[in-house]
């Protein structure tokens, strides 16, 4: 029995290269994160960051060069190809962008098939797909063809099929990736919903960092192979821990300032209050102030002051940016 809360997945220090030719990728670069039962973790990053690859490594789809994996306690240096067939068929669900259903057979047969794979049959195959499909809000839709379905219906069956082995965690590749703006939005909801109903760790795989703040307790920040910042929606938005995460995550100002000392930093020879420490007096550092965090005030109470070139109404609030001294300020 493994304790809740757990960490049933760790990645110590893992690397994973390929070649092509002369040219060298490091497409995992010293990666070493923990994840706990019943958590739902959004993999972030953008094109090319390595997502994909963590994700395969984590299923025992792709092998990793050096480092170590342990599942649930164990490590998988010693592996054999037996131990990972029965790791991705008992323990690992896999949901990717496209469905993958065949499709000259009905949405119960395709979930059926994984649990054909897996050795079960007859009537206790036919009630858990059945189950499955109804978990997933297609509980009527048991004997349509995947062509007479749309989209998110049909993300949902994969949904099911990938459920319907009772996995540890489930592994989703940009799932929503194919679908509209509204039905992402709903499908963003429902698979939350999923997770918690079903208390099993979810690893979600996204370059949109809205759905990745939406849906997560823990976001794991990937660019070029390494992980840039691990923690809590709010964490990764308030406090980022370098540019790079700033700027991937929300709109923000980046500027040169020198940390003072603790808790306050000096840009344009002006001293202001911020909530990092930790930093050598004076010591250069880039200070990130988000748009909305930023008041604009009649000019003899303003500490810096710069002119509006522009403003673009957004729906929920209004743009405006302030040019000081050369410098565009989104506000
Ligand atoms: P992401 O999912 O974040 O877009 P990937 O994990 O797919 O990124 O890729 C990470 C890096 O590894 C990229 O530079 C990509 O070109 C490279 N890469 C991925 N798969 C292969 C492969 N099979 N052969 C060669 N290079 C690959
Ligand atoms: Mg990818």
């Known amino acids: 029995m493994r304790r809740k809360g757990s960490h049933m997945l760790q990645l110590n220090h893992i690397k994973k290269e390929y070649k092509t030719g002369d040219l060298v990728q490091k497409a995992l670069d010293d990666v070493s994160l923990n994840l706990r039962d019943n958590e739902f973790v959004a993999i972030l990053g953008p094109s090319g960051s390595g997502k994909t690859t963590l994700l395969n490594v984590i299923g025992g789809l ?17 592996y054999t190809d037996r131990d990972w067939d029965s790791y991705r068929n008992h323990t690992i669900g896999f949901v990717f962008q496209s469905y993958n259903l065949i499709p000259h057979q009905t949405v119960l047969s395709n979930v059926e098939l994984a649990l054909t794979i897996s050795g079960i049959s007859g009537a206790e195959r036919r009630n858990r797909a059945t189950k499955a499909l109804e978990q997933v809000g297609l509980g009527d839709q048991l004997h ?37 703006l509204r039905l992402r939005k709903d499908m963003q909801n429902e698979l939350k919903n999923i997770q918690q109903r079903m208390g099993i760790t979810f690893i979600y795989v996204t370059h949109d960092q809205e759905e990745a703040l939406t849906m997560s307790d823990t976001i794991v920040v990937m660019n070029k192979g390494k992980i840039q910042q691990i923690g809590r929606p709010e964490d990764i938005y308030n406090e980022p821990k370098n540019a790079f995460v700033a700027d991937f995550i929300g709109e923000s100002n980046i500027l040169n300032g020198v940390m003072v000392r603790d808790k306050v930093v000096k840009m344009y020879g002006r001293e202001f209050p911020c909530v990092d420490g930790g930093f050598a007096p004076n010591e250069p550092v880039d200070v990130v102030i988000r748009p909305e965090d930023i008041d604009i005030v009649p000019v003899e109470q303003g500490q810096l002051v710069g002119t509006v070139t522009s403003v673009t109404f957004k729906g929920m609030q209004y743009d405006i940016i302030v040019d000081f001294r050369g410098f565009k300020w989104l506000i």
């Open 62 to 78: 792709d092998r990793y060069d050096s480092g170590d994996l342990i599942i649930n306690g164990i490590s998988t240096k010693k």
């Open 144 to 180: 349509k063809h995947p062509s007479e379905m749309s989209g998110g219906q049909m993300q949902r069956v994969a949904i099911a099929r990938a459920l319907v082995n009772h996995p540890q965690v489930l592994l989703l590749d940009e799932p929503l990736g194919a679908l509209d």
